[in-house]
C-alpha cells in the first residue's frame, strides 16, 4: 500500500509542523532577553556610502523578526532593496553556553553564503564579527574582507551598523548601515 501526498499537502503538513516553532511573541530565554527589542515587524532604510563619502538611502525594505525552539533563538527575514538588485537574508541570533558569547548566522540567498559571528555587548551595543569565521568574503582583486556587525538599540527599533577589514580588524570601514523602525 503507498500514501500519495500531492504538494498542497505537502505545504498543509509543513506549515501545521513548523508554525508552534515560530513566534513573535516576547518568549525569549533569559540569555537573549536583553534582545526583546530586536522582536517586531519593521521598515527598514539602508543607506551606503559613496566614492564621495556622502550616504545614500535606498528604497524601504521590511523585515520581520520573531523567535523559535521556545525563544532561544532569534529569526530575522529581510529581503534589502536597492538599485543593485534585493539582497534576502536570513539570520538566527543565539547566546552559546559553551563560549559564553553569543552567535548569529547570516545566510545570503544570492550569493548562497552562510557566515557566524561570535558577539558581545559593547556598552549598549551588540556587537559580532566573523573574524574567527572559516571563510572571508572574497572582492575583486584578492581583498578578503571579514564583517563587523553592530546593534545600536533605540527607543522605536534599532540601527545596524555594517563596517568591513581587510586587515583582521586593525582598521575598519563603512560599509552600510540600516535603520529598523518597528511598524508592529
Not at 551606503?48 to 550616504?55: A, L, N, S, W
Not at 572571508?136 to 545600536?152: D, M, N, R, S
Request: charged share 20%; proline share 3%.
Amino acid at each position: 500500500m503507498s500514501i500519495h501526498i500531492g504538494r498542497i499537502g505537502l505545504a498543509v503538513i509543513a506549515v501545521a509542523c513548523l508554525a508552534p516553532i515560530y513566534s513573535r511573541g516576547q518568549d525569549l530565554t533569559e540569555r537573549l532577553s536583553p534582545l526583546a527589542s530586536l522582536l517586531g515587524h519593521f521598515e527598514v532604510v539602508t543607506f551606503t556610502e559613496d566614492t564621495d563619502g556622502k550616504m545614500s538611502s535606498g528604497p524601504v525594505s521590511q523585515a520581520n523578526i520573531g523567535t523559535i525552539h521556545g525563544g532561544a533563538f532569534i529569526r530575522e527575514q529581510v529581503k534589502y532593496k536597492s538599485p543593485g538588485g534585493d539582497l534576502d537574508i536570513v539570520t538566527y541570533i543565539g547566546y552559546d553556553s559553551r563560549i559564553g558569547k553569543f552567535k548569529l548566522c547570516a545566510m545570503d540567498k544570492q550569493f548562497q553564503s552562510m557566515d557566524i559571528y561570535h558577539g558581545q555587548f559593547e556598552g549598549k551595543s551588540l556587537v559580532f564579527t566573523n573574524l574567527n569565521s572559516d571563510q572571508p568574503f572574497q572582492f575583486g582583486g584578492g581583498a578578503e574582507v571579514h564583517f563587523k556587525l553592530t546593534y545600536i538599540f533605540t527607543d522605536n527599533g534599532f540601527e545596524h551598523l555594517v563596517e568591513g577589514t581587510a586587515d583582521r580588524g586593525i582598521t575598519w570601514f563603512n560599509f552600510n548601515r540600516s535603520t529598523y523602525k518597528r511598524i508592529k
